[in-house]
């Protein structure tokens, strides 16, 4: 059985779910799981080849020749895997597949329509690629924010998945901006993001709460009640000197086991004293090297 954890964006945009996501892998993959991962990304570009970095960040080139989104970077860092570029779905990609189908006749004359056709063809991707991968975890992340008119169709797509019966959790990445002139968290903004959500059928099992500082009590509670999400499924994700850190504060809050639980799995130990050797190595290591980077726009 596969289980599909989709990671969804509130409030704004490059506030590090990738990096979140990267952290789940890891630690699932530490307890003995096998994970795979797949960036959603909703522009209509083909691919990211032909994107300058001020646009959508640097390139990642995959193994087999694949120009995609960097995130696919961190996840093979991270969970110590080898993606291709059928783990980055566009929906320049989506479109162009459905229009050829529908060239070659394979809708049989119907009406071709975003739902379900659109649609169809997203979740077909997502499982073609949980079925290659044989992988026990398939974490999809939504490009961009909810609310955005470009990436919806992917999130119904994720809520169609769960009707259909596979079996599915949402881990929604809002940011808690504290403004220089109250020094306070605000939870507002996340709030409504979660009920733009709602808007769409679906709501989130977990909410990661990013920001400069770890989330306090107080705010943590607001969006319990706002949210509709326990106060133990919100979990906490402050800046840190290293992101690699991240699925060791991750850890200590024992998210993984919360994601088996809503699984209906069994809990497990976690492994990870290899990732904190690693850390310790970035933290406290004495000498310094240079590094040459060679890319297209350097």
């Known amino acids: 059985m596969v289980f599909y954890i989709f990671a969804t964006g509130g409030v704004i945009s490059g506030i590090g779910k990738g990096t979140i996501v990267a952290s789940i892998g890891r630690i699932l993959k530490s307890k003995g799981f096998s994970v795979t991962a797949i960036k959603i990304d909703p522009y209509l570009n083909f691919d990211a080849g032909t994107l300058r970095p001020t646009e959508h960040g640097e390139v990642f080139v995959t193994e087999d020749g694949g120009e995609i989104d960097e995130d ?3 996840y093979e860092r991270f969970m110590d895997i080898t993606l291709t570029k059928d783990h980055n779905i566009t929906t320049g990609k989506i479109y162009s597949a459905v229009i050829e189908k529908e060239r070659k006749g394979e809708y049989l004359g119907k009406t071709v329509e975003v739902i379900p056709h659109i649609t169809d063809e997203i979740k077909s991707r997502i499982r073609e690629v949980a079925r290659k991968d044989g992988a026990d975890f398939v974490i999809v992340e939504i490009g961009g924010t909810v609310g955005e008119y470009q990436n ?12 259909e019966g596979e079996k599915v959790i949402f881990v929604h990445v809002v940011y808690l901006p504290i403004p220089k002139h109250l020094g306070e968290m605000k939870t507002k903004p996340a709030q409504q993001s979660v009920e733009l959500l709602g808007r769409l059928g679906i709501q989130p ?94």
């Open 72 to 74: 696919l970077g961190h």
């Open 152 to 163: 919806e169709i992917y999130y119904r797509a994720a809520r169609m998945m769960k009707t």
């Open 205 to 298: 099992d977990f909410i990661v709460a990013r920001a400069e500082r770890e989330i306090d009590e107080v705010r943590r509670k607001k969006i319990s009640v706002f949210c509709n999400v326990r106060e133990e499924d919100i979990i906490s994700a402050p800046d840190l000197e290293f992101s690699y850190e991240l699925p060791l504060y991750f850890e200590k809050q024992d998210f993984g086991n919360k994601i088996l639980r809503k699984f209906g799995l069994e809990e497990r130990k976690s492994c990870l004293d290899d990732w904190e050797d690693f850390v310790k190595k970035l933290k406290f290591s004495e000498k310094k090297v240079k590094i040459a980077i060679v890319g297209k726009y350097f």
